[in-house]
């Protein structure tokens, strides 16, 4: 039976080594300490006004997600909790020795695609965001098992980076339809392309896609000349 976690019982830990403080019009703006970015706590996608300052919010989503106490545990329970203590790829390597084993995002979306897609679907709605409210989204998608992840041992890790090693889907863990049945709406063409590209790939050399997307409209998605967002990125 598949495991669930209570995010509620985790003790309440810092995502981020931040500071935090008003301008002088009273808006709240958040800092990280080391400089990197200096963002308000709610923004509308007015900010974006072009791909530059996108992907610094996206970006600085991601880091925020990677360095979160939250993350570790994350990892640390699809190890010591689910066995996954070993390469997925290579299954007679594993964290025994002095092997590293560590999470790969993908192979259909990476965590850049993750954040941006959660991104992109609250921009759709309207809503107010901000780098911590998508971050704890994320992290709360990852705990939930929707998003699409795979265990490596850090050579083959590399390899996969480099383009040398083909992941068929259907060995990772995560609910992809699911990730994309709550936030398809932001889904943008490019990343459609992407994921459609790759499952072609994987049906060229010989394996199926086991009904992977058949709660979705991927396959046909990236035939729209239209894309569903209702927001301009220039």
């Avoid at 209570?6 to 981020?16: A, F």
């Avoid at 958040?30 to 919010?57: A, C, H, M, T």
């Avoid at 992941?167 to 699911?178: A, E, L, V, Y």
């Amino acid at each position: 039976m598949k495991k669930t976690l209570d995010l509620n019982k985790i003790p309440n830990k810092k995502i981020l080594n931040i500071d935090n403080f008003k301008d002088e019009e009273g808006n709240l703006i958040v800092k990280e300490k080391d400089g990197y970015f200096e963002l308000p706590f709610y923004i509308k996608s007015s900010i974006f006004y072009n791909d530059s300052e996108y992907n610094k919010f996206v970006k600085a989503v991601e880091k925020m997600v990677r360095q979160s106490d939250y993350y570790k545990d994350y990892i640390s329970i699809l190890k010591h909790d689910y066995g996954l203590n070993h390469c997925m790829i290579l299954s007679n390597i594993d964290s025994e020795g002095d092997v590293e084993i560590e999470m790969h995002h993908g192979p259909l979306m990476t965590l850049y695609d993750v954040v941006s897609l959660i991104t992109n679907h609250y921009l759709v709605q309207k809503k107010n965001i901000s780098t911590f409210k998508i971050a704890d989204i994320v992290l709360k998608e990852h705990f939930n098992h929707n998003v699409q992840v795979i265990m490596l041992s850090k050579t083959v890790h590399e390899l996969v980076h480099k383009g040398k090693i083909l992941i068929d889907p259907k060995q990772c863990i995560g609910n992809f339809n699911k990730l994309i049945e709550k936030y398809g709406d932001g889904l943008t063409k490019e990343m459609s392309e992407a994921i459609n590209q790759y499952l072609s790939l994987v049906e060229r050399y010989g394996t199926s896609e086991n009904d992977l997307l058949n709660t979705t409209s991927i396959r046909s998605w990236s035939k729209n000349e239209e894309s569903n967002l209702n927001f301009n990125i220039n």
